[in-house]
């Protein structure tokens, strides 16, 4: 089972490069999800695919494009990369909870291995 | 979503339970408790998640206090491998889509 696949795996881009981080899972999931980390601090959610063909901002948006190019892929687009944004970046998938008696069903996200980007 | 408290590092001998605690106490009625883990570089995994009752799965158990403003995740027999950075997070519930917002966690060092 490969679950969530993230390439490439590392990357080093120079000061206003572009550069298109791919994400494909194989479990059907609706919603996927792009977050960064940086050096001692938890994941900051960048953008969000609730479902195919919608996209919407999460905590740290600026900088960032993403595309849900089906139900499979979500991309996050770097257009003018800075050093700022050099971190490791983790893409996630999850399906829908729904609520069986008194609990909502387990439905965690599922997270990729990551990309470490630096960028110079 | 609520702001979670939790101790930046604990120690655990291997064997031993691992008590993990963690404080929310802003949490509203229909937010729920999760927890995460993230094993040295690589994504992070899910442990379990909870309302208000305690729950147990196959990898550890969740205990939430009555006034939910507190909850401890319990590892019940530790090893050299659950040796992590874990992360308490609250959340309304998974519904279209599942916005986790992560804190800075507990290192945990499980030593032989």
Known sequence: NAGVTQTPKFQVLKTGQSMTLQCAQDMNHNSMYWYRQDPGMGLRLIYYSASEGT?????????????????????????????SQTSVYFCASSERGVRTGRLHSNQPQHFGDGTRLSIL | ?????????????????????CNHSTISGNEYVYWYRQIHSQGPQYIIHGLKNNETNEMA??????????????????TL?????????????????DKLIFGTGTRLQVFP
Do not use: W
């Open chain 2, 1 to 21: 979503d609520a702001k979670t408290t939790q101790p930046p590092s604990m120690d655990c001998a291997e064997g031993r339970a691992a008590n993990l605690p």
């Open chain 2, 81 to 97: 491998r659950d040796t992590a950075v874990y992360y308490c997070i609250v959340r309304v519930a998974p519904g279209v889509a």
């Open chain 2, 61 to 78: 158990s969740l205990i939430i206090t009555e006034d939910r403003k507190s909850s401890t995740l319990i590892l019940p027999h530790a």
């Open chain 1, 55 to 83: 996209t919407d901002k999460g905590e740290v948006p600026n900088g960032y494009n993403v595309s849900r190019l089906n139900k499979r892929e979500f991309s996050l687009r770097l257009e003018s990369a800075a050093p």
